[in-house]
């Protein structure tokens, strides 16, 4: 459990919550112990709106302008030993639904009869052949879409790269009134359940086993991107710079437009870099937060 301070009333909210979950067989006790942590910060306030007055621009030091990056090396020898540390990793958890459809959202036609996993499957055979090396592809897929990405990737079969899946986690969405999982009161099927959202990708490669298998493969680096962003390809310029200045982390940002404004920004809040993302801003500064003068970048979720 994390440790958070809670009242009196939601530790006894906690402790009910723990009984009621610890009888869902159908997630596993990572899965259990992941939820009631989620609820546990939720409850203890931790996951409080920001102080506006401690927000800061982050330096030029934090924010590295792609232009300056190192050339990559001309020795395709060099480039190869980079692309053998490295995984792309898809975000497939979301359906399609506010596209029209039914499926998850990667299966969604895109231009000339190809989807969004087509063109992303073709984008890494293309890499692997141009440099010998032997990237793999990761989804990460959720309840809604994992049965249907196991059907869809068997045509795949045939290409030169590996492709794995992995769930996110699943948790049961809780009654209002009472603070008990939906599943626990009445059969609701799926729309008892919801997948955590992309911060749950860490965790559930830990979860699944994928990490330590990929690790003994020798992979060191994971790109990870949503995957319905075509634009979001394996850049050996940002690699090459993550490997030579030993970078555990690096997140893609872009200026910001009007079109970006509800997106993530990057602040630098009591002294660390960290993502700003709406739903911590007050209603009061949510006008300010959506300017494209104070706020310059946009979070694009390539990390």
Same mark, same amino acid.
């Given at each position: 459990?994390?440790?958070?301070?809670?009242?009196?009333?939601?530790?006894?909210?906690?402790?009910?919550?723990?009984?009621?979950?610890?009888?869902?067989?159908?997630?596993?006790?990572?899965?259990?112990?992941?939820?009631?942590?989620?609820?546990?910060?939720?409850?203890?306030?931790?996951?409080?709106?920001?102080?506006?007055?401690?927000?800061?621009?982050?330096?030029?030091?934090?924010?590295?302008?792609?232009?300056?990056?190192? =050339?990559?090396?001309? *020795?395709?020898?060099?480039?190869?030993?980079?692309?053998? !540390? &490295?995984?792309? +990793?898809?975000?497939? /958890?979301?359906?399609?639904?506010?596209?029209?459809?039914?499926?998850?959202?990667?299966?969604?036609?895109?231009?000339?009869?190809?989807?969004?996993?087509?063109?992303?499957?073709?984008?890494?055979?293309?890499?692997?052949?141009?440099?010998?090396?032997?990237?793999?592809?990761?989804?990460?897929?959720?309840?809604?879409?994992?049965?249907?990405?196991?059907?869809?990737?068997?045509?795949?079969?045939?290409?030169?790269?590996?492709?794995?899946?992995?769930?996110?986690?699943?948790?049961?969405?809780?009654?209002?009134?009472?603070?008990?999982?939906?599943?626990?009161?009445?059969?609701?099927?799926?729309?008892?359940?919801?997948? =955590?959202?992309?911060? *749950?990708?860490?965790?559930?490669?830990?979860?699944?086993? !994928? &990490?330590?298998? +990929?690790?003994?493969? /020798?992979?060191?680096?994971?790109?990870?991107?949503?995957?319905?962003?075509?634009?979001?390809?394996?850049?050996?310029?940002?690699?090459?710079?993550?490997?030579?200045?030993?970078?555990?982390?690096?997140?893609?940002?872009?200026?910001?437009?009007?079109?970006?404004?509800?997106?993530?920004?990057?602040?630098?809040?009591?002294?660390?870099?960290?993502?700003?993302?709406?739903?911590?801003?007050?209603?009061?500064?949510?006008?300010?937060?959506?300017?494209?003068?104070?706020?310059?970048?946009?979070?694009?979720?390539?990390?």
């Amino acid at each position: 459990m994390a440790t958070a301070t809670l009242s009196a009333a939601d530790t006894e909210k906690i402790s009910k919550l723990q009984s009621s979950v610890s009888g869902l067989n159908q997630i596993s006790e990572n899965e259990k112990t992941g939820f009631l942590n989620l609820v546990t910060r939720y409850l203890s306030g931790e996951a409080q709106h920001v102080e506006w007055s401690k927000i800061q621009t982050p330096t030029d030091e934090v924010v590295v302008p792609y232009d300056t990056l190192a =050339p990559v090396p001309e *020795d395709p020898a060099v480039t190869k030993k980079l692309l053998d !540390k &490295l995984v792309v +990793l898809k975000l497939n /958890g979301g359906l399609g639904t506010t596209m029209g459809c039914t499926g998850p959202k990667s299966v969604i036609e895109v231009r000339n009869g190809l989807t969004f996993l087509d063109l992303i499957v073709i984008q890494i055979e293309t890499l692997n052949k141009k440099y010998g090396c032997s990237v793999p592809l990761l989804l990460m897929n959720s309840f809604n879409t994992h049965d249907d990405t196991l059907k869809i990737v068997e045509k795949y079969t045939n290409s030169n790269i590996e492709i794995h899946t992995f769930n996110q986690s699943q948790y049961p969405r809780l009654a209002i009134d009472n603070f008990t999982p939906l599943p626990c009161i009445k059969d609701a099927g799926k729309d008892g359940w919801y997948p =955590p959202g992309h911060g *749950d990708v860490f965790p559930s490669l830990v979860n699944s086993g !994928k &990490l330590e298998a +990929l690790l003994s493969q /020798g992979k060191e680096y994971v790109f990870v991107a949503n995957s319905d962003n075509l634009g979001a390809v394996v850049d050996l310029k940002i690699l090459n710079h993550l490997i030579n200045n030993k970078n555990e982390y690096c997140m893609e940002v872009t200026p910001k437009t009007l079109a970006d404004v509800k997106g993530g920004t990057l602040i630098s809040y009591e002294g660390k870099v960290q993502l700003l993302e709406i739903a911590q801003v007050s209603d009061e500064h949510v006008n300010e937060f959506k300017s494209i003068e104070k706020f310059k970048i946009f979070n694009t979720n390539n990390l």
